[in-house]
């Protein structure tokens, strides 16, 4: 069976000329990227938390390429399409953008979203694109981590065989 695209799922300059429109009606944009290589419930919320910070939630996602660099060649487990997939099936995600290089400061600039946001375990003076988004008047956002969640533990454990301890 041929699963369509989503047109949640759109390229750089179709993100740009979707979010011209959107701009123009006043929504405040949040931009988030990341690998979102097995999707899980620490996701799901850091996504909710994100979009609840504007009117639009613009992901980005790294390439398979780019993850291999960032993660090692035995990741991403998960196609970036597959990913791509997933994330645009998520209610709170509006657009989803694919993004080649090892970090989405290019994306970010042509995104110009009004709050960027990442995990806990960035601090937000150390937030890949916090100068682009400070210049325009925008705000940067570090949020919590889900606790118990995490794709390179799940991995480990995966590996190891254990059995997955249920979190809250």
Avoid at 14 to 33: D, E, K, P, S, Y
Avoid at 82 to 87: N, P
Avoid at 118 to 132: C, E, F, H, Q, S
Wanted: with cysteine; hydrophobic share 45%.
């Amino acid at each position: 069976m041929q699963v369509r695209a989503s047109p949640k799922i759109l390229a750089r300059a179709a993100v740009r000329r979707r979010l011209a429109a959107v701009r123009r009606r006043g929504a405040r944009i949040v931009f988030t990227n990341g690998c979102f290589d097995l999707l899980h419930p620490g996701h799901v919320r850091y996504l909710r938390a994100a979009r609840r910070l504007g009117d639009v939630l613009v992901v980005g996602v790294n390439s398979d390429a780019s993850v291999r660099r960032l993660k090692g060649p035995a990741r991403p487990l998960v196609p970036q399409r597959a990913r791509c997939e997933v994330l645009a099936a998520l209610e709170m995600v509006d657009y989803v953008v694919v993004f080649g290089e090892d970090t989405p400061y290019a994306l970010i600039a042509a995104v110009q979203p009004d709050v960027l946001v990442k995990g806990g375990d960035w601090t937000p003076d150390r937030i890949v694109g916090a100068d682009l988004v400070r210049a325009r008047g925008g705000t940067v956002r570090s949020l919590r981590f889900a606790r118990g969640y995490s794709t390179t533990a799940l991995v480990a454990r995966i590996v190891r065989r254990e059995k997955v301890p249920h979190a809250g």
